[in-house]
Each structure stands twice: as structure tokens, then as C-alpha cells.
């Protein structure tokens, strides 16, 4: 069976998209709704599921890699690869948790594998998802976007997860493969080290 798989940068217009983070307890019955549905070979089901966590997964993507270009690929690969496992997955929950996680080590493999010297890379604020929380201070927020660039592919995954995601270490942990101490130790080297270029630079709050 071939699956076309809705691009999660195009905007849904009269679709039905689902406002993202925004999944109470209506949203995750209507997940799970369209989950049985995907796994009964619904399309149409599994394209509502897409819609429901593009923009989230989409945003994970950007502000790990700092490319459009790259964020595009690696999530509509992980939606492919939900699709590919979807009997593995058991409630909507588990959808997000296994969208982050694919997304995620993506992103991660394929920063490694750049193995360039490092380079900043300004993410495109006209084309940033729907849902992505700026700071109160815009220049700031786009200083620290580009400063979550320099960190590291796992730090930079954590910081991400912890603070745009909101998830807790032993979430994070599960998501990376990561033990909880060294999700912690990221955590904490990675926001000395941004509250040091924020002093730095002068932009106390």
C-alpha cells in the first residue's frame, strides 16, 4: 500500500488541523480515534495524525538543526516511519513520544554526521511553525536560538526537549537513550553556559 503523506509545512487550510501542544482530553480521545483507524489502514486517519503533531515535530527539528531545509526532511521521514510501525504504537501518548524520539536521534545523526567546524545558522523566523514560543524580548530569543546552535547535537537535543517540549529528565532520558544524570549534567552545563553568553552580552532580564 503506497501512503502520501501530507507535507507538514503546507499550510492545512480547512483540514482540520489541531492547534499544536494544544491536545487536551477531547484532542488525545480524537488521536487515539484516528490512531485505530491508521492501524486499520485508514489513510485519511493517518492523515489527520499528521496534522495533529506536524507543526510540534516540525519545530523540534528546526531548532535542532537550524535548517528548514533539514527540519522538512527529518520530520516528514519520521512520519513515514510512524506509518512503517504504527502496529507498535498503543495510544496517543506514545504517538508524540515516538514522533519525538524518531525526530530527535534524526536530528542528531545528522548533525554528527555535518562534521564541519562549527558555523551559526540563523533560523528563518518568517518561516518558524505556528506554536513556537518566543521570549518576551525577540532579539534575545533569536541570539538564543542562535547560540542553542553552538551547543553540542546532544545537549542541544535535551535543552530542547526540557524547555520547548517540556519535558521532564526522565522523559527525556527515555526519549535519547540517555541515562536521567547525564540529561541532567547536559541540562546544567548547557544553561551555565547560556547564562554566561546572556551576561556577556549584556541581556539581563
Same mark, same amino acid.
Given at each position: 500500500?503506497?501512503? &502520501? ?9 480547512? &483540514? ?25 489502514? #485508514?489513510?485519511?486517519? %493517518?492523515?489527520? $495524525? ?13 531548532? $535542532? ?8 526532511? $527529518?520530520?516528514?521521514?519520521? %512520519?513515514? &516511519? ?26 542528531? =545523526? ?15 523566523? =518568517? ?9 518576551? =524580548? ?6 538564543? &536560538? ?40 547536559? $541540562? ?12 556577556? #552580552?549584556?541581556?539581563?532580564?
Amino acid at each position: 500500500m503506497s501512503l &502520501q503523506v501530507i507535507s507538514p509545512f503546507e499550510t492545512p487550510g480547512d &483540514q482540520g488541523a489541531l492547534p499544536p501542544a494544544a491536545l487536551g482530553l477531547q484532542g488525545a480521545a480524537a488521536v487515539a480515534d484516528d490512531l485505530a483507524a491508521a492501524q486499520r489502514g #485508514d489513510n485519511l486517519a %493517518f492523515a489527520r $495524525l499528521i496534522r495533529a503533531h506536524q507543526s510540534r515535530v516540525f519545530s523540534v527539528a528546526l531548532r $535542532l538543526t537550524g535548517s528548514r531545509e533539514d527540519a522538512e526532511e $527529518l520530520a516528514q521521514d519520521a %512520519f513515514v &516511519q510512524l506509518h512503517a510501525a504504527l502496529a507498535q504504537v498503543t495510544g496517543p501518548a506514545h504517538v508524540l513520544h515516538w514522533l519525538l524520539r524518531t525526530v530527535s536521534h534524526r536530528s542528531i =545523526d545528522r548533525l554528527r554526521a555535518r562534521e564541519r567546524a562549527p558555523r551559526l545558522v540563523q533560523i528563518d523566523a =518568517d518561516h518558524e511553525p505556528a506554536g513556537c514560543d518566543n521570549a518576551t =524580548d525577540p532579539l534575545w530569543a533569536r541570539r538564543l &536560538q542562535r547560540l542553542l546552535l553552538q551547543l553540542p547535537a546532544a545537549p542541544r537535543a535535551v535543552v530542547t526537549l526540557r524547555f520547548q517540549e517540556d519535558l521532564e529528565p526522565t522523559e527525556i532520558a527515555a526519549a535519547l537513550d540517555m541515562p536521567v544524570n547525564t540529561v541532567k549534567s547536559h $541540562l546544567r552545563r548547557s544553561l551555565e553556559w547560556l547564562r554566561a553568553q546572556q551576561a556577556g #552580552d549584556g541581556h539581563g532580564h
